[in-house]
């Protein structure tokens, strides 16, 4: 089971590389299409967030420290920059789950999610799917405002 979360996660942060390498114009990244939305840059970063967190932190104890807020509000960090950072997310998500056992995929995840206990085979894959909407996003982000 673990394996098979592993590849899927890291397949999925080869397309976020992937889609953020693909737009043409670096500056195209950081665009919104109004207050409410955010730019494919910052849902990039905010993914690395969230996985850093919730894999790399809680379950793996690398002592990441997550500053959500600036994820979704920081700007102009290059397309280099971004894919070293997500190159160096794959690194923790790999180490972090290499190390989980099958009985460990059945414990109590440490956090609350919604306010709910769950195990860490929960968590995992609802981490898979979170990063998989935003993909979307950040796909559509692209094919709207990078032509």
């Not at 590849?7 to 109004?34: A, C, G, P, T």
């Not at 955010?38 to 993914?47: E, F, K, T, V």
Request: proline fraction near 1%; charged fraction near 25%.
């Amino acid at each position: 089971m673990i394996e098979g979360i592993k590849s899927s996660v890291v397949r999925d942060l080869d397309k976020l590389k992937r889609e953020i390498s693909s737009y043409k114009n670096s500056e195209n990244i950081w665009k919104k299409e109004d207050d409410g939305s955010y730019s494919a840059g910052n849902l990039c970063l905010h993914l690395l967030g969230n996985l850093n967190h919730f894999i790399g932190a809680v379950i793996g104890k690398t002592g990441y420290v997550r500053n959500r807020d600036l994820e979704l509000s920081q700007k102009g960090i290059s397309i280099n920059e971004l894919v070293k950072q997500i190159d160096e997310t794959v690194v923790v998500v790999e180490k972090t789950l290499d190390s989980i056992t099958d009985d460990m995929l059945n414990q109590y995840y440490p956090l609350l999610f919604n306010d709910q206990k769950i195990t860490n085979c929960q968590m995992l894959i609802n981490t898979m799917c979170y990063l998989n909407y935003h993909l979307g996003q950040i796909n559509f982000h692209r094919k709207l405002f990078d032509k």
